[in-house]
């Protein structure tokens, strides 16, 4: 952890020191007092940042997961560095041409016996000018993202037709939450604003796609009100995530380990859920049913492999209409897309669309789509749909810029054409 620390800083420094000459540049023809308020208000809050970041590492706190108080270092230091990458990629580009030219006046001098004293030109202010600009714009949305859009809660509704779909299912609604990461919440008021927009959709059903927690189970405690508040007329089932299995913490013992997955179990019927551990379970209505499927967690890249497909659809029908809970989208065209029975529907997060990105009417984009081929939303492919939640909660910078946070809503239709 420390090295990944060291390395995190000496890339933020190298950075800081870039940018810097970028706000010189801008306040060269400031008065002396002000551009100097300036340049040490720059290096006072990066060093203010720096210290805590030190003091974090050598206490232990970094060790125990992205919890609040990490959450904010975090914030702190992606709201200082991110902008400062649009400002060095502007000087980069200025510098090349700076170079260019000081090599041009260079080898032309040394041609002609010229005398030049200078080679390379100076910096032009308005390219520091447009860099700072638009270095606004991240640096404000980072801020608002930190302070309002990580509770920004919004409803996605999808309907989705199916011939096969039983006729006692036509209109049937399911409200899907996914990656809570309770251990990151801060503002009691706001969950339960969340929640209560969740029972305002009055679906028939309520599934949970993973990631409880960050890491303890005991990250739920000041929260089990809050979400034992979620209801359902035909039930609330869940499944595990990568993080409700405690494997990014150092535990004392695996026994330890062991107990925290117990109590996490535990929690979900507590709060009223029916964790699916690689099971199924049939949801009744006016004497027909779909099965509803829970795996755990599956994953590729490094991620856990516990989920078992074939042994939670045993006594599976070919005719039967279902419905998967998978909480790695990844597991969708590694596993699913090929099993032996037709999965209609299958619902889950973990991506939480990394938390930053553009989403506007007919565009979508965040980088999380270059390690997800599905990341966000509605996908579909042989007649199987794939329906990924961006998440209730976050995780490690607290804050949703552009991806806000979702309460998934579908219903399902039956195509009478």
């Not at 306040?27 to 990066?46: A, E, R, V």
């Not at 609040?68 to 510098?95: C, H, N, T, Y």
């Not at 990250?219 to 039930?235: N, T």
């Amino acid at each position: 952890m420390l090295y990944r620390v060291l390395i995190t800083i000496s890339i933020w420094l190298l950075v800081d020191f870039y940018a810097f000459h970028g706000l010189k540049t801008l306040t060269s023809k400031w008065n002396i007092n002000s551009s100097t308020l300036i340049h040490w208000t720059y290096w006072g809050i990066d060093l203010f940042i720096l210290a805590v970041i030190f003091y974090y590492s050598f206490t232990g706190k970094f060790a125990n997961g992205p919890g609040r108080q990490v959450g904010w270092v975090l914030a702190a230091l992606m709201i200082s560095l991110v902008p400062k990458l649009v400002i060095i990629s502007f000087l980069f580009v200025e510098d090349i041409g700076r170079i260019g030219f000081g090599i041009y006046a260079f080898l032309n001098n040394w041609l002609n016996d010229h005398k030049t004293i200078n080679y390379l030109p100076e910096r032009r202010k308005f390219v520091s000018q447009i860099a700072f600009g638009l270095a606004a714009i991240p640096f404000a949305g980072m801020i608002y993202g930190a302070v309002k859009g990580k509770y920004d809660f919004t409803v996605h509704k999808v309907k989705l037709r199916f011939r096969d779909l039983p006729e006692a299912f036509d209109g049937f609604t399911i409200t899907q939450l996914s990656d809570i990461h309770s251990g990151s919440f801060d503002d009691p008021i706001a969950v339960r604003r969340g929640i209560e927009l969740a029972n305002s959709q009055e679906s028939d059903l309520l599934v949970f796609t993973g990631d409880l927690v960050n890491n303890k189970a005991d990250e739920m405690d000041d929260w089990m009100d809050h979400f034992s508040a979620l209801k359902a007329p035909f039930g609330k089932y869940s499944i595990l995530g990568n993080h409700d299995y405690g494997d990014y913490l150092p535990w004392p013992s695996e026994a330890a380990k062991e107990a925290n997955l117990d109590r996490l179990k535990q929690i979900q019927k507590e709060l009223g859920f029916r964790l699916l551990l690689n099971e199924h379970v049939r949801i009744e209505k006016d004497g027909q049913s779909i099965a509803l499927v829970g795996v755990e967690n599956w994953g590729k890249k490094g991620f856990v492999k516990h989920g078992d497909l074939p042994k939670a659809s045993e006594g599976i029908s070919q005719g039967d209409f279902t419905i998967l809970l998978s909480h790695d989208p990844s597991h969708w065209e590694a596993v699913t897309l090929q099993h032996e029975h037709h999965v209609h529907i299958t619902l889950s997060g973990h991506t939480h669309g990394m938390q930053f990105g553009i989403e506007i009417p007919g565009f979508k984009w965040s980088p999380s789509k270059y390690i997800y081929p599905q990341w966000a939303g509605l996908y579909k492919k042989d007649e199987k749909f794939l329906y990924v939640n961006r998440g209730f909660g976050f995780l490690g910078f607290p804050g949703r810029v552009g991806i806000l946070p979702e309460i998934t809503v579908i219903e399902l239709v039956k195509d009478r054409a």
